[in-house]
């Protein structure tokens, strides 16, 4: 029996392919080829007579391959769903199984019992056959290992063990066996030697199982769910997917377990996963559909990947609208994890066939498998508004939970409401005549200001009469129409007016219908009380030149008066005494009267203009504390009083008060941020047949050419969820038929790949594209859509322009019969570019703003360095307006809108403008994003600098100092952040910690740069300022935090806090109580201060106005007493709240008030010491101040004027070392690299550049030459200058 083999087609062979049965002929005993098909069933059918006859015989039926290379075969791996670069191994194991089953299977359809039969199956053994091995067997069990016995002569009286050879003797083989437990005996016997037996026991050898869950939509099968909408997003799968695993032929459940998907997980095997043994992994889940894979276990232990994929599920949709679902209303679903940007999952519009009198719209979709909605996704559909404004755009959040699921959509439905105010009738007076030429009179006028609600009648979800809409009537207005959603047809709703000084509440109950609805309101004058007060404003233009645009504005929405008891107002303002005494809110004609409180007669009292953000109803019916809780300081208009006295008791007659309102304006500040260009879009064409233009290029007997013929699948063929099937399912004429379709590539694209899934009746004979033969591969009939056309990408099979795409069917036979063709796919065309990284904006960019109600042009500016414009206000912006913003001498429209209003300063970028414009202060000019081809080379980067610190750390360190160099000096600040990321994820340590590891004690200050590179800058400030504080040391402390920006005070305050859990400023405190700390003591209120204050500083906006202010201000805190020791508290309060850039103005403009700068006029009024240094700081450019002290790191103190320093290093130290730092400072012998590497590192990606700027114009040498000239001397100078060179190097071009 083991002589007798059976051999099998090779799956690479080409009759193979071209079979009928695909790459299942590589495991089909029917061999292609006819006499070795002949001897296949000779050798079957004798074993099978052997079996048959000897039932105690047990047969191994092991299947073997040829050794084969790297990759697999495709189809072999498509088919078994395995990975053909990875899962070699297991592919040819998988071959070599399905090889033995299939000889298996033979066996028992001749008779054979199966239980007589077990396979065994090993891959890439040399030789592609199945043997038929015997073996013995113990009577009605299964198969057993063959039972051996050995006679060894050992001598009597020792202590013997026995143990199997290990698995990996192949001599052993087919044969794996483990040894079950020890063997150990005493050899004894009876004289003469009689032998004694022993059993050694042996079981099957067991290997780990390992699983994996992977998304079939993100992995791809080739089964045609490559295009799923779900390929877009992230992958999402249930938290915990249960399996189970069977044992192939014996069918018993063998293992279950509960796995996570997208990680391995090992299934717990107990000694039930056997070597050579073939299981079923099984999948149950109510969310995925069902799924399983067969595998067999390895010597080496085995990983299985499953992929899986939601179930789709079936939506039907109910539209429902009062009056009538209208024909014709689109709506779209889209993914609730999907980007807008995305495009929709499905489209469609309500039937056309709707009268618009139906109530109810019943409609189901029907999606092609790409688009199918699918179970455990959240979803948004989106109904679109009607073109008349009648149908309101909205949206409907759902989730599909069962396979069928019904979606009920309210279509709102907007309906206009027109409330007309009628004033009372006169009273009848009676005269001479007989009546006959009586007139109606006329009413009386219904003027005031009269605020309305509409409410439901009926309770709503939350128990409460809902408010549908709330408005007001103008003062002169006589009618109101409102359109309105919430209206809707058959409903009844309440419209109540507010009572107001001149008239009564109104409550008036209405129905709505499907056309316009009035309702008329019959006001009620109020009873005669308390003397009435009508406030107006009105706008003061005397301010504004004659024929001022502004002087059109309209008046602003959401301003209400005051009034108080005038003189309580005087007397104690703001003391409990000037509370209020009646609030009211203004129209939008400027008119208002009394919301709450009252006015008694024969007092006088003040009026004066308040801002709030409560609607007048709403004001109407609070009480006086929680409105006056709601009113605030006003910020759109300059303050404005009026006075007036009531009339004494009796008098009814109406009193008003004008006021009189002046805007405010204000200064303006932008940053212009290039967007980024637009990347081509990526783009889809459908291939599938019957949704594809697919023509018939030639007649085929009664069917004419021109668009091929589509038809219905008959009950054998596959049934298409998407397009359908090209020919005819009754009768086509014999021959063959050719179907062609054509499609345009535009340009800017890659080369796609091709691969359709088809099925045919009878057969696909061949394919063209372009006239170029394409890859067809094994037919799979007409039952399952299992064909692949393929057409690889980057092989020139497509071409600009127009493609032609040709199928030829063979139809056999001599008569007509039924012919089709079905296809499904789609080309993915990826753009060939990204999109282009933006220029930075200049200088010179002029702008523009445009008010939005007049159209005029307020004021102009333009951009200077890092696109920054400043818009002066003056009188032009107005706080409180709306104002477009342009680019000067274009065409195009406006870049976006902006209000000026108190607050951050809006960022807006240039040429197109976001949604919405979101707030952001101005950073760092030096400060640059990161590049997206650094992105891209993060990893690769990582990899050369593990490499580079393993060859550091072994004592090679040639090659790794240009590595480092090349890596870290090329890289912008927030590259380097990234690649600190890359680094500890890969290696789960820090970058900066494996340098100063490795690096030798030569290079010392060469590390300390790379390392302090890689610390982001609100943590390199927090450490400096730590550390500093920890010596006593006062100078590195004030430079962290005098030459910060604000908001990077705030980022400071930050990370000092994660970092040591505790604010900076409570530090500086702290430390200020030390013995000894007198320094620190000096400096420690004003800089709390700055740090307190620093977050208003940020967003504080440097107006003329509060230039000349703050100097009048600081100019009279430091006046006075000479040899001031603090800061007075009102100058620290401007220097706190405002950014450096407003004290340098403030400093200029000192310098014209009073004949010298505010720093010379601080230097008379402060002794030496750490304050009034960092007083001076606050006032001098950061770049100047580094530039001069670099100088000094180069050529000494004494060299250069203007630095007012002892040492370059620790000032607190009395050792040796420091005296000789203080002389090697004084003098410049050396470079100071300590104080190189502390401006390098905390300056660049801030204002490095500016500091190279400034030590050019200062000194009349470039620094980087400067820096090569002098960094020469000492050890590790080489490697540190290098560095220092390229950062500065890579610093953006300034612009001054």
């Known amino acids: 029996m083991e002589d007798n083999d059976v051999f099998f087609n090779g799956a690479k062979e080409r009759a193979t392919r071209e079979s009928s049965s695909g790459i299942a002929q590589a495991w089909a005993i029917d061999h292609l080829d006819g006499a070795k098909r002949a001897a296949n069933w000779r050798t079957i059918e004798g074993i099978s007579g052997i079996l048959r006859r000897y039932p105690d015989i047990a047969c191994q039926v092991h299947g073997t391959t040829t050794e084969t290379k790297p990759p697999a075969n495709e189809l072999l791996a498509d088919s078994f769903q395995m990975d053909r670069h990875r899962d070699v191994d297991a592919i040819m194991e998988t071959l070599a199984h399905r090889r033995a089953e299939a000889c298996k299977a033979a066996l028992v359809a001749r008779g054979v019992p199966e239980r007589q039969l077990f396979v065994t199956a090993k891959g890439r053994q040399g030789q592609m056959k199945v043997d038929f091995i015997p073996t013995a067997r113990r009577g009605g069990s299964a198969p057993a290992p063959s039972k051996r016995q050995f006679t060894l002569a050992l001598p009597l009286g020792e202590h013997v063990a026995v143990a199997c050879q290990p698995l990996g003797d192949r001599r052993w083989e087919p044969v794996p066996a483990s040894q079950h437990e020890p063997c150990e005996f005493n050899v004894s016997g009876p004289r003469g030697g009689v032998a004694g037996t022993q059993v050694l026991y042996l079981s099957p050898p067991v290997a780990p199982v390992s699983v994996t869950i992977l998304s079939a939509h993100h992995e791809g099968s080739g089964d045609g769910h490559v295009a799923h909408w779900l390929k877009s997003l992230e992958p999402k799968l249930p938290e915990r997917i249960a399996l189970e695993v069977r044992h192939e032929q014996a069918g018993a459940p063998v293992a279950s377990a509960t796995v996570s998907p997208g990680s391995a997980t090992m299934l717990s095997d107990e000694g039930r996963f056997f070597v050579g043994q073939s299981y079923t992994l099984q999948l149950r889940d109510a969310v995925l559909e069902d799924a399983k894979r067969d595998f067999t276990v390895h010597h080496s232990g085995t990983s299985v990947r499953l992929l899986v994929r939601p179930r789709s599920t079936r939506l039907s949709l109910a539209f429902t609208c009062e009056g009538g679902v209208p024909p014709g209303l689109g709506f779209q679903i889209r993914s609730k994890r999907a980007p807008a940007s995305h495009s929709p999952i499905a489209t469609g519009r309500t039937p056309d066939s709707l009268t618009g009198r139906d109530e109810t719209a019943e409609m189901s979709l029907s999606l092609p498998t790409e688009q199918q909605l699918v179970l455990g996704e959240a979803y948004v559909l989106t109904l679109e508004g009607s073109a008349d404004g009648m149908i309101e755009t909205s949206s409907l959040d759902f989730e599909v939970a069962q396979l069928d699921t019904r979606l009920i959509v309210k279509v709102g439905k907007r309906n206009q409401l027109r409330l007309m105010f009628l004033g009372p009738m006169p009273e009848a007076s009676y005269g001479s005549g007989d009546g006959d030429d009586e007139v109606d009179a006329p009413r009386a006028d219904a003027s005031g200001v009269i605020p309305f609600l509409v409410r439901t009648t009926h309770p709503g979800p939350t128990g409460q009469l809902e408010t549908v809409l709330r408005g007001e009537k103008a003062y002169a207005d006589l009618q109101s129409a409102v359109l309105h959603v919430g209206l809707a047809v058959g409903e009844e709703f309440v419209v109540e007016t507010a009572r107001t000084q001149k008239w009564e509440a109104l409550s008036v109950r209405f129905s709505m219908h499907a056309t316009p609805k009035t309702v008329e309101l019959r006001l009620k004058p109020a009873p005669p009380g308390a003397p009435q007060v009508e406030v107006r404003a009105t706008n003061d233009e005397s301010s504004l030149p004659e024929g001022h645009w502004a002087r059109a504005l309209p008046f602003p929405r959401n301003l209400g008066f005051v009034v108080r008891p005038a003189d309580a107002d005087r007397a104690s303002k703001g003391s409990k005494e000037s509370r209020p005494a009646a609030l009211g809110l203004l129209s939008s004609d400027?008119?208002?009267?009394?919301?709450?409180?009252?006015?008694?007669?024969?007092?006088?009292?003040?009026?004066?203009?308040?801002?709030?953000?409560?609607?007048?109803?709403?004001?109407?019916?609070?009480?006086?504390?929680?409105?006056?809780?709601?009113?605030?300081?006003?910020?759109?208009?300059?303050?404005?009083?009026?006075?007036?006295?009531?009339?004494?008791?009796?008098?009814?007659?109406?009193?008003?008060?004008?006021?009189?309102?002046?805007?405010?304006?204000?200064?303006?500040?932008?940053?212009?941020?290039?967007?980024?260009?637009?990347?081509?879009?990526?783009?889809?064409?459908?291939?599938?047949?019957?949704?594809?233009?697919?023509?018939?290029?030639?007649?085929?007997?009664?069917?004419?050419?021109?668009?091929?013929?589509?038809?219905?699948?008959?009950?054998?063929?596959?049934?298409?969820?998407?397009?359908?099937?090209?020919?005819?399912?009754?009768?086509?004429?014999?021959?063959?038929?050719?179907?062609?379709?054509?499609?345009?590539?535009?340009?800017?694209?890659?080369?796609?790949?091709?691969?359709?899934?088809?099925?045919?009746?009878?057969?696909?004979?061949?394919?063209?594209?372009?006239?170029?033969?394409?890859?067809?591969?094994?037919?799979?009939?007409?039952?399952?859509?299992?064909?692949?056309?393929?057409?690889?990408?980057?092989?020139?099979?497509?071409?600009?322009?127009?493609?032609?795409?040709?199928?030829?069917?063979?139809?056999?036979?001599?008569?007509?019969?039924?012919?089709?063709?079905?296809?499904?796919?789609?080309?993915?065309?990826?753009?060939?570019?990204?999109?282009?990284?933006?220029?930075?904006?200049?200088?010179?960019?002029?702008?523009?703003?445009?008010?939005?109600?007049?159209?005029?042009?307020?004021?102009?500016?333009?951009?200077?360095?890092?696109?920054?414009?400043?818009?002066?206000?003056?009188?032009?912006?107005?706080?409180?307006?709306?104002?477009?913003?342009?680019?000067?001498?274009?065409?195009?429209?406006?870049?976006?809108?902006?209000?000026?209003?108190?607050?951050?300063?809006?960022?807006?970028?240039?040429?197109?403008?976001?949604?919405?414009?979101?707030?952001?202060?101005?950073?760092?000019?030096?400060?640059?994003?990161?590049?997206?081809?650094?992105?891209?080379?993060?990893?690769?980067?990582?990899?050369?600098?593990?490499?580079?610190?393993?060859?550091?750390?072994?004592?090679?360190?040639?090659?790794?100092?240009?590595?480092?160099?090349?890596?870290?000096?090329?890289?912008?600040?927030?590259?380097?952040q990234e690649l600190r990321v890359a680094y500890l994820e890969r290696h789960r340590r820090e970058l900066a910690d494996d340098l100063a590891a490795a690096a030798p004690a030569f290079k010392g200050f060469a590390t300390r740069l790379e390392t302090q590179l890689l610390r982001s800058k609100p943590e390199l400030d927090a450490l400096t300022a730590s550390k500093a504080l920890e010596r006593g040391e006062v100078l590195p402390l004030t430079e962290a935090i005098c030459t910060s920006l604000p908001h990077s005070l705030v980022q400071l305050e930050s990370a000092h806090r994660e970092l040591f859990r505790e604010s900076l400023a409570d530090a500086i405190q702290r430390a200020a109580q030390r013995p000894r700390a007198d320094a620190i003591a000096a400096v420690a209120p004003l800089l709390a201060e700055l740090l307190a204050r620093a977050a208003e500083a940020s967003t504080a906006v440097s107006a003329s106005e509060a230039v000349e202010a703050d100097c009048r201000a600081l100019h009279e805190a430091f006046l006075g007493r000479a040899e001031r020791s603090s800061v007075p508290a009102e100058a620290a309060r401007v220097l706190g709240s405002r950014d450096r850039a407003h004290l340098r103005r403030v400093d200029e403009a000192h310098a014209r008030s009073y004949g010298a700068p505010l720093s010379q006029h601080i230097k008379g009024c402060m002794p030496d010491g750490p304050l009034r240094y960092a007083l001076l700081l606050l006032l001098e450019r950061a770049e100047d101040y580094y530039a001069r002290k670099l100088h000094a790191a180069f050529h000494g103190i004494r060299k250069t004027p203007g630095v007012n320093l002892k040492t370059l290093g620790p000032s607190t130290r009395r050792t040796l070392t420091a005296r000789l730092e203080r002389t090697q400072s004084m003098s410049g012998l050396m470079t100071h690299d300590g104080t190189v590497i502390a401006i390098i590192s905390s300056r660049c990606g801030r204002d490095l550049s500016g500091v190279a700027a400034s030590y050019e114009r200062l000194y009349r040498k470039p620094l980087v030459a400067e820096m090569r000239a002098c960094m020469t001397f000492g050890s590790g100078a080489s490697e540190l200058c290098k560095l220092a060179c390229a950062i500065v190097e890579g610093s953006p071009p300034y612009e001054a």
């Open 590 to 976: 400027g008119v208002g009267q009394l919301a709450a409180g009252s006015l008694p007669s024969g007092a006088r009292y003040a009026a004066m203009l308040a801002r709030s953000g409560v609607p007048l109803y709403d004001a109407l019916g609070l009480h006086e504390q929680q409105v006056t809780a709601a009113f605030e300081a006003g910020s759109v208009f300059e303050p404005s009083r009026y006075e007036f006295s009531t009339e004494p008791p009796g008098s009814t007659a109406p009193l008003t008060a004008a006021l009189s309102l002046r805007r405010r304006t204000r200064d303006v500040r932008f940053r212009l941020v290039p967007a980024p260009s637009a990347a081509p879009q990526p783009l889809t064409i459908s291939l599938t047949t019957g949704d594809a233009p697919w023509t018939q290029p030639q007649a085929h007997g009664r069917f004419a050419a021109g668009p091929a013929p589509t038809t219905a699948p008959r009950s054998a063929w596959y049934k298409p969820s998407a397009g359908s099937w090209l020919g005819d399912s009754a009768a086509w004429p014999a021959g063959d038929a050719v179907f062609e379709l054509r499609f345009d590539l535009p340009p800017g694209y890659t080369e796609p790949a091709l691969e359709l899934l088809y099925a045919a009746d009878n057969t696909l004979s061949h394919a063209t594209l372009n006239d170029r033969p394409l890859d067809i591969g094994a037919s799979r009939g007409f039952q399952t859509l299992g064909g692949v056309l393929r057409a690889p990408a980057q092989e020139g099979c497509f071409r600009l322009g127009t493609n032609v795409l040709q199928v030829t069917v063979a139809n056999s036979g001599s008569a007509d019969n039924p012919l089709g063709f079905y296809c499904s796919g789609q080309l993915a065309l990826s753009p060939a570019t990204a999109a282009a990284e933006p220029a930075p904006i200049g200088r010179g960019v002029r702008v523009f703003a445009r008010h939005v109600g007049c159209g005029a042009v307020a004021v102009e500016g333009a951009s200077t360095g890092n696109g920054s414009v400043v818009l002066r206000g003056h009188a032009a912006l107005f706080v409180g307006e709306r104002y477009d913003l342009h680019l000067a001498a274009s065409p195009s429209p406006a870049l976006g809108q902006f209000v000026v209003e108190d607050g951050p300063d809006p960022e807006l970028r240039l040429p197109d403008m976001p949604a919405t414009v979101e707030p952001a202060p101005l950073g760092w000019y030096d400060e640059q994003p990161s590049r997206s081809e650094m992105q891209s080379r993060t990893s690769s980067d990582v990899d050369r600098l593990s490499e580079a610190l393993k060859r550091r750390s072994g004592g090679f360190g040639m090659g790794s100092t240009s590595t480092l160099l090349d890596v870290l000096g090329s890289r912008r600040h927030a590259e380097l």
